[in-house]
């Protein structure tokens, strides 16, 4: 009862439901659930055509995500690993940037994440600037606010204008459904701390 429960509720309804949590963020969520629903597939695993763009976003409480990206028609996104810790991430992120063709590897490194650098520069990823022009394949790109900002202000658009396709993963779908933003400057980024739940698949 319980499972079917969450199947059909959004995050926030299960949660004040059946675990006595209140959401207290007011007013609809940032991502619109219709939107974000319209742009899913199925839930199967759909291959991510090669190269794609990875990303690796770890929240406050040590979660970790990596996340890829490949444009074509639409931008089709998939949450690749998220687990607990960061102790596994490098060597996965070598792996999968390896079977992936990765075009690059994008890290906010005033985030959390940036605490990954000393381990991602020791295992011989290049580690690349976010204002220089060129990034070699493979390469870490680290991503200024003001990028981190156009990106969280791009993939609303995405989402909205239905320019962006998911797989209905259970962590980014959770992510979505729980995400709050904070005034950033004259724009704007995810906000771990008003969120109600680790955003970690979203940002990345």
Known sequence: VVRHARSVLSLAEFR?????????RRGEPVIPAAKWAACGKDGRAYPLPNPVALAVDVSPDGSTAIGAAHAAKRVQVEVIEHLSGTGWVVPRLAEVAKRHKASM?????SGPAG???PDIKAAG???VAGASKEVPQGAVRLVSTREHQAAAGGILADITEARLV???QAPLNAAVDGADKRAVSDSWLWSRKASSVDISPLVA
């Open 115 to 117: 605490a990954l650098l």
């Open 16 to 24: 004040r439901s059946y675990l006595n949590i209140t959401d207290e």
């Open 125 to 127: 990823f290049e580690v």
């Open 105 to 109: 590897i994008a890290l906010d490194p």
């Open 166 to 168: 998911h797989t209905n």
